[in-house]
């Protein structure tokens, strides 16, 4: 990983545990070049990269600011973060259905670049909302990287445990989007009729280093599910 790529990320973080806001504004670059003891073209691609993303916008003559106004209760299409902490203002639930360390599938095999003879956890649960069911989740985790999961792991948030209790740094995620209608097995998990529709997104999480960790299937309940997208002009 790059050195600009690295700093965009500490950046989002120190916007993410001061709990900034949208219109907030954030040090001026001379205090970044200090802090990361960069140049200044270094900081200018990482915020570039950071306004890619939706995080930051920047006003010339003005400064950087949060961008960050989003409505309540919408699920970030774009966020390799885990969707939970998009619900911050919402009971967010799990039910675990199965955890197991087992062999991964072909499919799981070729997205995490991994062999069919090496191990994985698979976690299937049900994910709520307020009491409601929110989506049916079946997720591979390398087991070679997520060296150990657990019951209460898997019932709070994997992603706050992956980064706090392993250390480990999420990087980004490529994410497939399918619409399609609802076999009879996801319909009895999110208490639906079969043959209504769904949502049912795909998504590859890799670490900074590229390292591909989790390959998950979820399927939303279309009663309950709200997204956005933040797009630039550019």
């Given at each position: 990983m790059l050195k600009y790529q690295q700093i965009a990320i500490e950046i989002e973080k120190y916007i993410e545990e001061n709990e900034l806001q949208q219109g907030d504004k954030l040090p001026v670059l001379e205090t970044f070049m200090a802090?990361?003891?960069?140049?200044?073209?270094?900081?200018?691609?990482?915020l570039d990269l950071l306004?890619?993303?939706?995080?930051?916008?920047?006003?010339?003559?003005?400064?950087?600011?949060v961008r960050r106004h989003r409505r309540?209760?919408?699920?970030?299409?774009?966020?390799?973060?885990?969707?939970?902490?998009?619900?911050?203002?919402?009971?967010?639930?799990?039910?675990v259905i199965e955890l197991e360390v087992r062999k991964p599938t072909e499919e799981a095999a070729v997205n995490l670049n991994i062999e069919q003879s090496?191990?994985?956890?698979?976690?299937?649960?049900?994910r709520n909302i307020n009491g409601q069911t929110l989506c049916l989740e079946e997720s591979?985790?390398?087991?070679?990287?997520?060296?150990?999961?657990?019951?209460?792991?898997?019932?709070?948030?994997?992603?706050?445990y992956i980064r706090e209790g392993l250390g480990l740094k999420v990087g980004f995620s490529d994410m497939y989007l399918q619409v399609d209608q609802l076999n009879a097995e996801e319909a009895k998990y999110l208490q639906l009729e079969p043959g209504l529709p769904k949502l049912c997104v795909e998504s590859i999480f890799h670490l900074t280093n590229g390292q591909p960790f989790d390959f998950s299937k979820v399927t939303y309940n279309y009663q309950q599910s709200q997204f956005f997208i933040q797009a630039n002009s550019y």
């Open positions: 802090q990361f003891e960069v140049s200044k073209s270094t900081i200018t691609k990482s306004e890619r993303k939706g995080v930051v916008f920047q006003v010339r003559g003005s400064g950087i600011f309540k209760g919408y699920i970030s299409l774009l966020s390799n973060q885990g969707f939970k902490k998009d619900l911050d203002d919402f009971n967010v639930t799990s039910e090496d191990d994985v956890y698979y976690v299937k649960r049900i591979f985790y390398n087991k070679s990287i997520i060296t150990y999961l657990n019951n209460e792991i898997v019932s709070e948030s994997i992603f706050h």
